[in-house]
Protein backbone atom coordinates (compact mmCIF):
# COMPACT_ATOMS: atom_id res chain seq x y z
CA UNK A 1 0.00 0.00 0.00
CA UNK A 2 1.18 3.63 -0.94
CA UNK A 3 1.22 6.30 1.76
CA UNK A 4 2.78 9.52 2.44
CA UNK A 5 3.09 11.47 5.52
CA UNK A 6 4.21 14.77 6.11
CA UNK A 7 6.26 16.04 8.89
CA UNK A 8 7.52 19.54 10.35
CA UNK A 9 6.57 23.05 12.57
CA UNK A 10 3.37 23.47 12.83
CA UNK A 11 4.26 27.31 13.63
CA UNK A 12 7.06 29.02 12.01
CA UNK A 13 7.58 33.19 12.14
CA UNK A 14 7.73 35.71 9.42
CA UNK A 15 10.95 35.31 7.42
CA UNK A 16 11.96 31.96 8.80
CA UNK A 17 12.83 29.29 6.99
CA UNK A 18 10.06 26.03 6.79
CA UNK A 19 11.74 22.71 6.34
CA UNK A 20 8.89 20.07 5.95
CA UNK A 21 9.50 16.28 5.28
CA UNK A 22 7.73 13.29 3.67
CA UNK A 23 8.20 9.90 4.16
CA UNK A 24 7.00 7.56 1.68
CA UNK A 25 6.13 4.22 2.12
CA UNK A 26 5.34 0.96 0.00
CA UNK A 27 7.66 2.78 -3.22
CA UNK A 28 10.77 4.30 -3.34
CA UNK A 29 11.69 7.53 -5.16
CA UNK A 30 14.72 5.56 -6.20
CA UNK A 31 12.63 3.63 -8.24
CA UNK A 32 12.71 4.84 -12.36
CA UNK A 33 9.88 6.96 -13.50
CA UNK A 34 8.78 7.50 -9.13
CA UNK A 35 7.92 11.11 -8.64
CA UNK A 36 6.76 12.92 -5.77
CA UNK A 37 5.08 16.66 -5.21
CA UNK A 38 4.25 19.10 -2.87
CA UNK A 39 1.54 20.84 -2.76
CA UNK A 40 -0.63 23.33 -0.59
CA UNK A 41 -4.02 24.98 0.70
CA UNK A 42 -4.80 27.99 2.16
CA UNK A 43 -7.60 27.78 5.10
CA UNK A 44 -10.72 27.85 2.54
CA UNK A 45 -8.95 28.51 -0.79
CA UNK A 46 -7.85 26.19 -3.54
CA UNK A 47 -5.64 23.96 -3.87
CA UNK A 48 -1.96 25.58 -5.05
CA UNK A 49 1.21 23.12 -6.72
CA UNK A 50 4.03 23.97 -5.35
CA UNK A 51 7.08 21.34 -6.88
CA UNK A 52 7.96 18.20 -7.73
CA UNK A 53 10.90 15.85 -8.02
CA UNK A 54 11.54 12.75 -10.36
CA UNK A 55 13.49 9.46 -9.38
CA UNK A 56 16.32 11.36 -11.58
CA UNK A 57 16.59 14.18 -9.57
CA UNK A 58 14.85 16.19 -11.92
CA UNK A 59 13.06 19.25 -10.42
CA UNK A 60 10.05 20.96 -11.52
CA UNK A 61 8.41 24.30 -10.00
CA UNK A 62 5.88 26.77 -9.76
CA UNK A 63 7.41 29.49 -11.08
CA UNK A 64 5.60 32.16 -8.82
CA UNK A 65 7.30 30.67 -5.81
CA UNK A 66 10.85 29.33 -7.37
CA UNK A 67 12.58 31.75 -5.54
CA UNK A 68 11.91 30.53 -2.36
CA UNK A 69 11.17 26.72 -3.00
CA UNK A 70 13.89 23.81 -2.53
CA UNK A 71 12.92 20.50 -2.75
CA UNK A 72 15.47 17.66 -2.15
CA UNK A 73 16.22 13.72 -1.83
CA UNK A 74 16.41 12.98 1.90
CA UNK A 75 18.92 11.29 3.75
CA UNK A 76 16.99 8.36 2.77
CA UNK A 77 15.02 7.12 -0.32
CA UNK A 78 12.01 7.32 1.46
CA UNK A 79 12.80 11.01 2.12
CA UNK A 80 11.34 14.11 0.27
CA UNK A 81 11.89 17.52 1.92
CA UNK A 82 10.71 20.80 0.99
CA UNK A 83 12.12 23.78 2.21
CA UNK A 84 10.38 27.69 1.63
CA UNK A 85 12.46 30.60 2.82
CA UNK A 86 11.22 34.00 4.02
CA UNK A 87 7.84 32.49 5.11
CA UNK A 88 4.85 35.03 5.01
CA UNK A 89 1.56 34.96 6.81
CA UNK A 90 0.04 34.30 3.52
CA UNK A 91 1.93 31.09 3.23
CA UNK A 92 -0.28 29.92 6.22
CA UNK A 93 -2.21 26.58 5.25
CA UNK A 94 -2.31 22.78 5.27
CA UNK A 95 0.76 21.31 2.91
CA UNK A 96 0.49 18.49 1.42
CA UNK A 97 3.13 15.79 -0.32
CA UNK A 98 1.53 13.16 -2.68
CA UNK A 99 3.03 10.57 -5.53
CA UNK A 100 2.81 11.63 -9.27
CA UNK A 101 1.41 9.09 -11.71
CA UNK A 102 1.27 9.62 -15.32
CA UNK A 103 4.30 9.86 -17.68
CA UNK A 104 6.09 13.24 -19.70
CA UNK A 105 2.97 14.26 -21.20
CA UNK A 106 0.75 13.99 -18.12
CA UNK A 107 1.35 14.25 -14.71
CA UNK A 108 -1.51 13.68 -11.76
CA UNK A 109 -1.41 13.16 -7.99
CA UNK A 110 -2.35 9.87 -5.98
CA UNK A 111 -2.37 9.26 -3.54
CA UNK A 112 -2.06 12.70 -1.27
CA UNK A 113 -1.02 12.69 1.82
CA UNK A 114 -3.22 13.30 5.33
CA UNK A 115 -1.73 17.05 4.64
CA UNK A 116 0.05 18.91 8.07
CA UNK A 117 -1.22 22.53 8.92
CA UNK A 118 1.41 25.41 9.07
CA UNK A 119 0.95 28.58 10.52
CA UNK A 120 2.99 31.99 10.04
CA UNK A 121 2.70 34.09 13.04
CA UNK A 122 4.74 36.10 15.33
CA UNK B 1 0.96 29.11 -18.72
CA UNK B 2 -2.66 28.72 -19.14
CA UNK B 3 -5.71 29.14 -16.71
CA UNK B 4 -8.59 26.52 -15.49
CA UNK B 5 -11.54 28.07 -14.34
CA UNK B 6 -14.44 26.04 -12.78
CA UNK B 7 -18.40 27.18 -11.50
CA UNK B 8 -17.60 28.32 -7.33
CA UNK B 9 -20.45 26.06 -6.59
CA UNK B 10 -23.26 23.98 -7.72
CA UNK B 11 -26.07 22.48 -6.04
CA UNK B 12 -28.15 19.40 -6.83
CA UNK B 13 -31.27 17.18 -4.99
CA UNK B 14 -30.29 13.95 -4.55
CA UNK B 15 -30.88 11.11 -7.46
CA UNK B 16 -30.73 14.10 -9.74
CA UNK B 17 -27.27 14.26 -11.99
CA UNK B 18 -25.08 17.43 -11.55
CA UNK B 19 -21.78 18.04 -14.37
CA UNK B 20 -19.50 20.57 -13.53
CA UNK B 21 -17.16 22.26 -16.05
CA UNK B 22 -13.49 23.20 -16.63
CA UNK B 23 -12.42 25.49 -18.97
CA UNK B 24 -9.11 26.04 -19.87
CA UNK B 25 -7.82 29.18 -20.89
CA UNK B 26 -5.11 28.29 -23.34
CA UNK B 27 -4.16 25.78 -25.22
CA UNK B 28 -6.24 23.11 -26.69
CA UNK B 29 -8.15 21.33 -23.84
CA UNK B 30 -8.11 18.26 -26.00
CA UNK B 31 -4.04 18.00 -26.00
CA UNK B 32 -3.57 17.54 -21.85
CA UNK B 33 -5.28 14.93 -20.06
CA UNK B 34 -7.82 16.58 -16.97
CA UNK B 35 -7.85 15.15 -13.85
CA UNK B 36 -10.84 15.33 -11.43
CA UNK B 37 -9.94 15.36 -7.43
CA UNK B 38 -13.00 15.10 -4.70
CA UNK B 39 -11.74 16.56 -1.60
CA UNK B 40 -14.57 16.03 1.67
CA UNK B 41 -14.02 18.78 4.15
CA UNK B 42 -11.05 17.95 6.74
CA UNK B 43 -9.70 15.21 4.39
CA UNK B 44 -7.54 15.14 1.63
CA UNK B 45 -8.32 14.95 -1.65
CA UNK B 46 -8.61 11.92 -3.68
CA UNK B 47 -9.07 10.75 -7.34
CA UNK B 48 -12.16 10.16 -9.04
CA UNK B 49 -11.24 10.77 -12.74
CA UNK B 50 -7.67 10.78 -13.91
CA UNK B 51 -6.66 10.71 -18.29
CA UNK B 52 -10.33 12.49 -19.00
CA UNK B 53 -12.51 9.98 -18.30
CA UNK B 54 -10.58 6.59 -16.70
CA UNK B 55 -12.19 6.14 -13.00
CA UNK B 56 -9.41 4.83 -10.13
CA UNK B 57 -10.55 1.27 -8.96
CA UNK B 58 -13.23 1.78 -6.22
CA UNK B 59 -14.86 5.05 -7.76
CA UNK B 60 -18.51 4.43 -8.57
CA UNK B 61 -19.38 4.33 -12.25
CA UNK B 62 -21.75 7.72 -11.25
CA UNK B 63 -18.52 9.57 -11.74
CA UNK B 64 -17.95 10.27 -15.29
CA UNK B 65 -15.28 12.76 -17.08
CA UNK B 66 -15.69 13.96 -20.50
CA UNK B 67 -13.93 16.59 -22.63
CA UNK B 68 -15.75 19.18 -25.65
CA UNK B 69 -13.50 20.91 -27.49
CA UNK B 70 -15.65 23.20 -28.80
CA UNK B 71 -16.29 24.54 -25.86
CA UNK B 72 -12.24 24.06 -24.91
CA UNK B 73 -13.59 22.48 -20.99
CA UNK B 74 -13.89 19.30 -19.67
CA UNK B 75 -16.42 18.03 -17.16
CA UNK B 76 -16.82 16.10 -14.22
CA UNK B 77 -20.68 13.90 -14.18
CA UNK B 78 -22.02 12.69 -11.05
CA UNK B 79 -25.09 10.98 -11.20
CA UNK B 80 -27.63 9.53 -8.95
CA UNK B 81 -26.34 11.78 -6.38
CA UNK B 82 -25.75 10.87 -2.73
CA UNK B 83 -25.31 13.11 0.56
CA UNK B 84 -21.69 11.77 0.12
CA UNK B 85 -20.87 13.21 -2.80
CA UNK B 86 -21.30 16.44 -0.98
CA UNK B 87 -17.78 17.80 -1.30
CA UNK B 88 -15.12 20.59 -3.30
CA UNK B 89 -14.52 19.09 -6.38
CA UNK B 90 -11.05 20.60 -8.31
CA UNK B 91 -10.14 19.61 -11.72
CA UNK B 92 -6.28 19.75 -12.82
CA UNK B 93 -3.90 19.28 -15.92
CA UNK B 94 -0.34 19.44 -16.59
CA UNK B 95 1.89 21.36 -19.01
CA UNK B 96 5.11 21.80 -17.68
CA UNK B 97 3.26 22.43 -14.37
CA UNK B 98 0.60 21.42 -12.56
CA UNK B 99 -2.28 23.59 -12.75
CA UNK B 100 -5.80 23.26 -10.76
CA UNK B 101 -8.97 24.88 -11.02
CA UNK B 102 -9.85 27.00 -8.44
CA UNK B 103 -12.58 24.25 -7.00
CA UNK B 104 -16.10 23.47 -7.04
CA UNK B 105 -18.27 22.72 -3.83
CA UNK B 106 -21.47 20.74 -4.40
CA UNK B 107 -24.17 20.77 -2.35
CA UNK B 108 -26.18 17.86 -2.08
CA UNK B 109 -29.70 19.72 -0.85
Known amino acids: QVTLRESGPALVKPTQTLTLTCTLS??????????VTWLRQPPGKALEWLGL???????YYNTSLKTRLTISKGTSKNQVVLTMTNMDPVDTGTYYC??????????????WGQGTPVAVSS | NFMLTQPHSVSESPGKTVTISCTRS????????VQWYQQRPGSSPTTVIY?????PSGVPDRFSGSIDSSSNSASLTISGLRAEDEADYYC????????FGGGTKLTVL
Open chain 2, 26 to 33: SGNIASYY
Open chain 2, 51 to 55: EDNQR
Open chain 2, 92 to 99: QSYDSSVV
Open chain 1, 98 to 111: ARIRGGVNNRWIDP
Open chain 1, 53 to 59: IDWDDDK
Open chain 1, 26 to 35: GFSLGTSGMS
